[in-house]
């Protein structure tokens, strides 16, 4: 069974910086997609972007992108010039191209603060 | 459109209670997913459908039935009401499955007491 981890519970940034948020996963497919979703205080998830695992261009979306590592299974979410509205969990998702039935695996997710 | 909806937004339970999540989507989506979300840790699938009348479990689907009548509704049964079924429940759509982004609703704060 595929597995996310996500080794930093909490991180935080000053307001304009830059952060890189972690995450690792494990599974023996090749074909799969990769996702990264923002969930404020108001329990909404909302998707920030994903990588299709048979890209070799990493994804990005204004002021998010990631650093996609197929081989070492790592897949890094980039925020540049943070912004308050940024302050929020982060889960990264794994999905299997096959299909797609079975769903999202996340990880525990990371806590983003923005300190202003 | 609404997109996907959720009801009750929250319920407090007694434990052996039975009761239905509600979850609604209008974007003619095929697959549903209903979530549950523990605290501090990520969402886990319960079950899914790829169509009205085809449903499967998931990781966690223990406690839980679903039925998948039509489309747009896909209600998730608890029976029997546990502690351990104390949890924010997400029901999610998309198009296809694969890379298709996940429409998720507002969740449903279930606290069994």
């Known amino acids: 069974a595929q597995t996310v981890t996500q080794s930093q519970p909490e991180m935080s940034v000053q307001e304009a910086e830059t952060v890189t948020l972690s995450c690792t996963y494990d599974?023996?497919?090749?074909?799969?997609?990769l996702f990264w979703y923002k969930q404020p205080p108001s329990r909404q998830m909302i998707l920030v972007i994903r990588?299709?695992?048979?890209?070799?261009q990493n994804a990005t979306e204004n002021r998010f992108s990631v650093n996609f590592q197929k081989a070492a299974k790592s897949f890094s979410l980039k925020i540049s010039d943070s912004q308050l509205g940024d302050a929020a969990m982060y889960f990264c998702a794994y999905m299997y191209s096959g299909g797609g039935a079975d769903g999202l695996t996340f990880g525990k997710g990371t806590h983003l603060i923005i300190q202003p | 459109n609404a997109g996907v909806t959720q009801t009750p937004k929250f319920r407090i339970l007694k434990i052996g209670q039975s009761m239905t999540l509600q979850c609604t989507q209008d974007m003619n989506h095929n697959y549903m997913y209903w979530y549950r979300q523990d605290p501090g840790m990520g969402l886990k699938l319960i079950y899914y459908?790829?169509?009205?009348?085809?449903?499967d479990k998931g990781e966690v689907p223990n406690g839980y039935n679903v039925s998948r009548s039509t489309t747009e509704d896909f209600p998730l049964r608890l029976e029997l009401a546990a502690p351990s079924q104390t949890s924010v429940y997400f029901c999610?759509?998309?198009?296809?499955?694969?890379?298709?982004?996940?429409?998720f609703g507002p969740g449903t704060r279930l606290l069994v007491l």
């Open positions: 459908s790829v169509g009205a009348g085809i449903t």
């Open positions: 599974t023996s497919e090749s074909d799969y997609y």
């Open positions: 999610a759509s998309s198009y296809w499955g694969g890379k298709e982004t996940q429409y």
């Open positions: 990588q299709e695992a048979y890209k070799q």
